[in-house]
């Protein structure tokens, strides 16, 4: 397995309130995103960011466990200094956190930071948006480009900080537990890539940069900076040790996608059809010589009944085609898979 992880201010902000892990040795990731709006967001996706790689390193219990445990105790954490300090009132973040582990991957979501799985074939969300336009969106009540573009994009409904949380509540961590094959690769980002970057685009980069994680994150942070970098970028690439050579088998790198196939035949049938037409402008030309210099039969008197607009009465209508331009292709949501939390002897023990 191999991993890079790359972020950025984008080009409207001086601050970047965008943290990330990448542990490839330790099979530890996680992106947070401060929340915009709020004062010392990115207070809060530090304090996040130690606390939850600090206890993910453990190694105690079951990842489904830590998960829970970590993210909880990070966002009581932010909540106690929030409340310490008036200046840091309402801080909070939004995160993503993925434990891999052989041939399996769990992850830890709280907000609107996506984990998506990397196929050949395309993308697959994995993780559900805690936010209105996100839920929208999953449920298909949205397009892709219908959310990107929603002016209410930005708003979510679950966060790391702005409330106190146990670990069993059902309504904070969600914990998914999904095969993460050695051929496949996984993305973690923030909405500041997903809310410019179309997931179709997002997909034939990673196929283009397939085997080099770092230039894949970067190649994804250029694009969002290309189609105005209005907010924070955070990309983490994480590659399975067969990915590289999956992509490359499937010829995907020089046409960027299993489309490339298509379009190499496309590019064939154009040339063949160019040669024959290029051949037969001769013929054609012996023909219009033979048929000026021959006698021409006398016309059989059998008029096609025409309408009052001069047209073939018996001339099928055939309606223009409709085109779909731009459409990108979405990503399917993962069937639910969240894990139950696991009962406690008590459920206001603090941590």
């Not at 099979?27 to 206890?55: H, K, N, P």
């Not at 994804?220 to 970028?233: K, P, T, V």
């Not at 995907?252 to 996608?257: H, K, S």
């Amino acid at each position: 397995m191999t991993a890079a992880g790359l972020t950025h201010p984008g080009l409207r902000r001086d601050h970047n309130e965008d943290r990330y892990v990448c542990d490839a040795e330790r099979g530890l990731f996680v992106v947070i995103d401060g929340v915009g709006g709020y004062a010392s967001g990115d207070v809060a996706a530090e304090l996040a960011r130690d606390l939850v790689y600090q206890r993910l390193r453990r190694h105690q219990g079951p990842s489904t466990v830590r998960l829970r445990e970590a993210i909880t105790v990070a966002n009581n954490e932010i909540y106690y200094r929030s409340q310490l300090d008036p200046a840091q009132w309402g801080m909070a973040c939004v995160l993503t956190a993925v434990v891999v582990e052989p041939g399996m991957a769990t992850v830890g979501h709280v907000g609107d930071t996506r984990l998506y799985e990397v196929r050949r074939e395309g993308l697959r969300k994995v993780t559900a948006d805690h936010s209105p336009v996100g839920l929208r969106e999953d449920q298909g009540e949205l397009s892709e480009v219908e959310a990107m573009a929603h002016p209410r994009r930005s708003e979510i409904l679950r966060d790391v900080g702005s409330t106190y949380h146990h670990t069993d509540d059902a309504d904070f961590v969600d914990v998914y537990r999904v095969p993460f094959h050695a051929d496949r690769a996984l993305l973690l980002c923030s909405d500041g890539l997903t809310d410019l970057v179309p997931s179709a685009e997002i997909h034939r980069l990673l196929m283009l940069e397939a085997g080099r994680p770092d230039r894949a994150a970067q190649r994804l942070i250029d694009a969002a900076n290309d189609a105005g970098g209005h907010d924070n970028i955070t990309a983490v690439v994480i590659e399975g040790a067969e990915y590289a050579a999956r992509v490359q088998h499937a010829d995907a790198r020089p046409g960027l996608g299993p489309r490339s196939r298509r379009g190499r035949w496309s590019w064939f049938a154009a040339g063949l059809l160019l040669g024959l037409l290029t051949a037969a402008v001769p013929l054609t030309g012996i023909y219009h010589l033979l048929d000026t210099r021959l006698p021409r039969p006398l016309a059989v008197s059998d008029p096609t009944p025409l309408d009052p607009e001069g047209l073939p009465l018996h001339t099928p209508f055939r309606s223009p085609p409709i085109m779909v331009l731009g459409t990108p292709q979405q990503c399917p949501l993962l069937p639910p898979q969240v894990v139950p939390p696991a009962p406690s002897a008590s459920s206001a023990a603090q941590l």
